[in-house]
C-alpha cells in the first residue's frame, strides 16, 4: 500500500473511531454568548463551567459566563474562539496547531488545521474548506470530567480559603500514523474553571510503543493573539506585548520575587506569515508560544510519560493595575487556596533547646500560632541522627502541647558542597557558573540525599513548618555522573521536577512552605513580600516608611498572605542600636507600628530575636495586638486597594476589601510626621460592593453614616496623630 493511501486509510479509521467515542455533551445554547453586566470580582457568577457540543456538532466549546474558547473537532482539532465575555474581546487573530511536539530531533504539530491565508483575522466560516496535514497529530478521542485538584492540599494552619477551585477538564488524545510516533500518545488538556475568566493548558506525552524515545521540546500553547498594539518600523523587545491576556505557567524562578522576572517559559515571538501587519519587517510580537527553552531532551523509556508545564491563561477586561492585581491575586485562590493560609510566627534565633521551650510558651502567651527556627538557630534538618531527631521530636511534642506549630529553617542552594555535588558549567566543564556562583545539584547523589534527609527529619519529629532557603534557582548541570539527570539536556527539567516533589509532599502531608522563588503553584505558601535585607540595619525610623512601601508595592499582584516582612528584633545586616527594638521595653511605641501596619496589612513580618516580649508591659502590648488582627482577621487578609504610597511627607495607607464578608473594607492610615494630619479623604469603595448607605466605625469605636456617591467613593474626615496610625472598619448598612 502506497504511504498515501495508508495515511488516508489510518486517518479514515481514526475517524470513525473518533466518532463513536464523542463523549455526550450538552448542547450549546447560542444565547450563552451574552456579555456579562455585573462584576465578576464583585458578584460571584451564577454560570458554571461548562463543555457543550454545538449544534451542528462541529464545534465543542469551553464556556463559564466569563470566557469562551471554541474548538473546531473534524477534521482535526483546533481553536479558533477565545473570548472575553465581560468585554467581548476576541483574542484569535490566527489559528494555530494545538501543541508542537519535538520527538528524536522532529517538531511534530499536534492539531490544527491549514489553509488561512490572512493573518489579520479569523473568519469561523473559511473552517469549512481547511485540511488537516499528514504529518499533524491527529485527535482520536475526547473525556470530559470534572478538574481533580493538582495537590491533595492538606491544611492546618489558618486559610481565608478552604476549598481548592472547581469546574471541568476535557482531554484530546491525539495518535500519528508515522512509522517513528506509532504507540506514542499525546493528550492536550484544559481546565475552566467556575467564576473566573481562566482556562488552564497542559501537554501530556505517553510512550506507549516499545522503545525509548527523546522528547526534545514541548510547545504546549501557541497562539495566533490579536496585537493590541503595533509599529511600522521596531523590533519585538521595543513593542509592548498582549495585555487581553495573562499568561502564568509553573515554570519559574529568579529569586525576583515577582512572577513577570521569574518566568522562564512565555515566549512573544513574531509571526512572519502575518503579511498584512503594520510592521514592516513582519517584528510585531503576536504569536504566544509557551515552552521552557532551556529543557532539550527529556528521555523516556516504554510505558514513561512526560507533563508539560502548566500554563495558566487569565483573560483581562482592563489595563488598571489594580484591577488586574485583584484578578491574579483571585486566580491563586482559585487554582493554588492553599496561599491564603497565613499562620502567625515568630522566626526564633537560638543557641540552645530551652530558648526554644521559652519561645514556645511566648508564642502561646500572646496568641502567636507557630515558631520557625531561623537561620543561625541552633536547629540542623540536615542531621538525621537518632540523638538530634529525638531532642526536636520531644521539642515538637512540647510545642504541639501548648498548640503552637514549629519548623525550621534549611539552606539549599547558594553554597558549595564539593567538585563531586555541584552543579556543572557548561562552558567550562567545572563547578562555578552557577546563579549564586557555586551550588549544588539537586540531581547528584547530595542532592537527592538532602530531600530524603528533610522528608525523613520533618516526617519523623512531627514538623509542621519548612523554610526553604535557597530552593532550585533553575542551574543547568553538564554533568553525565549525577544520577538525579542524564545530562546538560535534561539538567534543569530533572532538577526542577525533584523540588516540585518535595513541596507536593509537603503540601499534602500539611507542611506550611516560605520559600523565597515562584513555586506558588507547585505547593509552596509563601514569598517575601519584597524587600532589600540590608534595609535592615537602619534606623527604625526609616524601617518604617520603608516597610510600608514594600507593602505597597508587593501587595499588586501578591494577596497579602503571600508574602512576608522583616522585623530586626535584634542585629541584622549591620546597623547600631537605632535599627533594633531590643530592649523590647525600650522602643514599644516602634514595636507597635511595626506589628501594627505589617498585621493591619495581613502581612506577616519574621519576628527575628530570642524573645517576643521582655516584660508584662510588652508582653501586653503583643497581646492586644495579636488579638486585634484575630479580630479582623479575615477582613485583613482580603486583598489590598493601594491608596497612597508612603513617602514620610503625608499620610499613607490601603485599604482591604472583600464584598463576601460582613467586614466589607478596613482602611489603614499612617501619619509619618510630626504634626497633626486632619483631611478629608476619598475611599474608593467599588471592590467592596458598597453602595448607597454605609456604616464607618473608627479605631476609638466612634460611628459614622455615610453615603456612597456614583464614582463608588465616600468621603471622610480624618485626624491622625504624630508618628501615628489610625484604622476604619466600613459595614453596608
Not at 479558533?80 to 494555530?96: T, V
Not at 534595609?535 to 497579602?560: A, C, M, V, W, Y
Request: charged share 20%.
Amino acid at each position: 500500500m502506497k504511504k498515501g493511501l495508508f495515511f488516508a486509510f489510518v486517518f479514515s479509521v481514526a475517524q470513525h473511531l473518533f466518532s463513536q467515542t464523542m463523549p455526550s455533551l450538552p448542547v450549546w445554547n447560542e444565547l450563552h454568548p451574552a456579555i456579562l453586566k455585573s462584576d465578576w470580582l464583585i458578584n460571584t457568577p451564577k454560570e458554571k463551567a461548562g463543555v457543550y457540543l454545538s449544534a451542528d456538532k462541529k464545534n465543542i466549546i469551553l464556556y463559564n459566563g466569563l470566557v469562551r474558547r471554541t474548538f473546531r473537532i473534524s477534521p482535526n482539532i483546533v481553536c479558533y474562539d477565545f473570548r472575553n465575555m465581560s468585554s467581548g474581546q476576541e483574542l484569535i487573530r490566527a489559528i494555530e496547531p494545538e501543541a508542537f511536539v519535538t520527538i528524536d530531533g522532529k517538531p511534530y504539530p499536534v492539531g490544527g488545521l491549514h489553509g488561512q491565508q490572512e493573518k489579520a483575522f479569523f473568519m469561523p466560516e473559511w473552517l469549512d474548506a481547511f485540511s488537516k496535514a499528514p504529518d499533524d497529530l491527529f485527535c482520536t478521542t475526547i473525556q470530559v470530567e470534572p478538574i481533580k485538584s493538582l495537590l491533595n492540599w492538606k491544611k492546618k494552619t489558618w486559610g481565608l480559603i478552604d476549598k481548592n477551585g472547581t469546574g471541568m477538564k476535557v482531554s484530546f488524545t491525539y495518535h500519528s500514523s508515522i512509522q517513528a510516533l506509532l504507540g506514542v500518545e499525546v493528550v492536550v488538556q484544559y481546565e475552566i474553571y467556575d467564576g473566573i475568566p481562566l482556562i488552564v493548558k497542559s501537554v501530556l506525552v505517553n510512550n506507549n510503543s516499545t522503545h525509548v524515545i527523546a522528547v526534545n521540546k514541548i510547545i504546549n500553547e501557541s497562539l495566533g493573539l490579536v496585537e493590541e498594539e503595533s509599529a511600522v518600523v521596531g523590533s519585538p523587545e521595543q513593542m509592548k506585548k498582549q495585555h487581553g491576556i495573562y499568561v502564568e505557567t509553573n515554570y519559574a524562578f529568579n529569586n525576583a520575587m515577582r512572577y513577570d522576572i521569574s518566568d522562564q517559559t512565555t515566549h512573544w515571538n513574531i509571526d512572519s506569515a502575518y503579511t498584512s501587519q503594520v510592521n514592516y519587517n513582519y517584528q510585531t510580537p503576536c504569536l504566544l508560544q509557551i515552552y521552557p527553552e532551556k529543557v532539550t531532551s527529556i528521555v523516556l523509556s516504554p510505558s514513561q510519560s512526560v507533563q508539560s508545564v502548566r500554563t495558566h491563561e487569565l483573560l483581562m477586561d482592563s489595563y488598571d493595575r489594580e484591577r488586574r492585581g485583584l484578578m491574579i491575586q483571585k486566580m491563586y485562590a482559585t487554582v493554588a487556596p492553599w496561599t491564603t493560609q497565613n499562620p502567625i510566627f515568630m522566626h526564633l534565633v537560638s543557641a540552645n533547646d530551652e530558648e526554644v521551650k521559652t519561645a514556645v510558651d511566648q508564642c502561646a502567651a500572646t496568641g502567636y500560632e507557630a515558631l520557625i527556627l531561623s537561620f543561625g538557630s541552633h536547629c540542623d534538618m540536615e542531621d538525621t541522627s537518632e540523638l538530634n531527631v529525638k531532642k526536636w521530636k520531644y521539642l515538637t511534642d512540647y510545642a504541639h502541647s501548648k498548640g503552637i506549630q514549629i519548623g525550621s529553617y534549611s539552606l539549599f542552594s547558594s553554597r558549595r558542597i564539593d567538585d563531586e555535588t555541584d552543579v556543572i558549567s557548561p562552558l567550562t566543564g567545572k563547578p562555578g557558573g552557577a546563579f549564586f556562583g557555586n551550588a549544588p545539584c539537586m540531581g547528584s547523589k547530595w542532592g537527592l540525599t538532602y530531600i530524603d534527609k528533610l522528608k525523613y527529619f520533618i516526617s519523623t519529629t512531627g514538623f509542621d513548618i519548612f523554610e526553604n532557603d535557597g530552593p532550585y534557582p533553575g542551574d543547568v548541570c553538564a554533568s553525565t555522573v549525577h544520577p538525579g539527570h542524564s545530562g546538560l539536556e535534561d539538567s534543569q527539567w530533572k532538577q526542577m521536577q525533584l523540588q516540585k516533589e518535595l513541596y507536593h509532599w509537603c503540601n499534602e502531608h500539611g507542611i506550611y512552605v516560605n520559600a523565597p522563588d515562584w513555586y506558588f503553584l507547585d505547593g509552596t505558601h509563601k514569598i517575601g513580600v519584597g524587600y532589600r535585607e540590608v534595609n535592615f540595619s537602619l534606623s527604625r525610623e526609616q524601617q518604617k516608611i520603608i516597610n510600608r512601601q514594600n507593602i505597597h508595592d508587593g501587595t499588586f499582584e501578591k494577596s497579602p498572605s503571600m508574602g512576608w516582612g522583616f522585623v530586626p528584633l535584634t542585629r541584622y545586616q549591620g546597623g547600631g542600636p537605632e535599627a533594633v527594638l531590643e530592649p523590647l521595653q525600650d522602643h514599644l511605641k516602634d514595636y507597635e507600628m511595626l506589628m501594627v501596619q505589617y498585621y493591619g496589612a495581613g502581612v506577616q513580618a519574621c519576628y527575628r530575636g530570642p524573645r517576643l516580649y521582655d516584660t508584662e508591659k510588652t508582653k501586653q502590648l503583643v497581646v492586644k495586638t495579636i488579638s486585634w488582627y484575630k479580630q479582623y482577621r479575615n477582613i485583613l487578609n482580603s486583598p489590598i486597594i493601594h491608596l497612597r504610597r508612603a513617602d514620610g511627607r503625608e499620610w499613607d495607607g490601603f485599604m482591604h476589601v472583600n464584598p463576601s464578608l460582613e467586614d466589607r473594607a478596613f482602611v489603614m492610615l499612617f501619619n509619618p510626621t510630626k504634626t497633626v494630619i486632619k483631611q478629608t479623604i476619598n475611599l474608593p469603595l467599588y471592590y467592596a460592593g458598597l453602595t448607597h448607605s454605609i456604616s464607618i466605625t473608627d479605631k476609638y469605636g466612634r460611628r459614622l453614616n455615610v453615603t456612597v456617591d456614583n464614582n463608588h467613593e465616600a468621603s471622610i474626615e480624618v485626624e491622625i496623630k504624630p508618628d501615628d496610625y489610625s484604622w476604619y472598619v466600613v459595614k453596608q448598612l
